[in-house]
């Protein structure tokens, strides 16, 4: 049974940090496109980062480049996502998604990934 499971979200002051970690079990995550994605009110699920098979490269949507840092543990089947500087407009709910990686490379569409978290809420105040 596949399952993701994210954790370490919660409440902090706008300049803070958060550590988010995705489990994942039932499948092996370092031959997936592994992703966090987020859902700010109002708006679609947008992906924030994004990492290729095996720990490879990475992708950043702009708002968050040079602030957030995903990362993988193979060894532990794990994702992380380390989130520093916070800003008011990174409230939401975080996922982590696994998609199979189409023609070599990984998307940002969320169509493209098949497993998902349940989410962890991200609440950053003033």
């Known amino acids: 049974q596949v399952q993701l499971e994210e954790s370490g979200g919660g409440s902090v002051q706008a300049g803070g940090s958060l550590r988010l970690s995705c489990a994942a079990s039932g499948f092996t995550s370092r031959t997936y496109c592994m992703g966090w994605f987020r859902q700010v009110p109002g708006k679609e699920r947008e992906g924030v980062a994004v990492?290729?098979?095996?720990?490879?490269?990475?992708a950043y949507v702009d708002s968050v480049k040079g602030r957030f840092t995903i990362s993988q543990d193979n060894g532990k089947n794990t994702l992380s996502l380390q989130m520093n500087s916070l800003k008011l407009e990174d409230t939401g709910p975080y996922y982590c998604?696994?998609?199979?990686?189409?023609?070599?490379?990984?998307?940002?569409?969320?169509?493209?990934?098949?497993?998902w978290g349940q989410g962890t809420q991200v609440t950053v105040s003033s």
């Open positions: 998604a696994a998609g199979r990686p189409r023609g070599g490379q990984c998307f940002w569409a969320v169509q493209t990934y098949t497993y």
């Open positions: 990492i290729y098979p095996g720990g490879g490269p990475t």
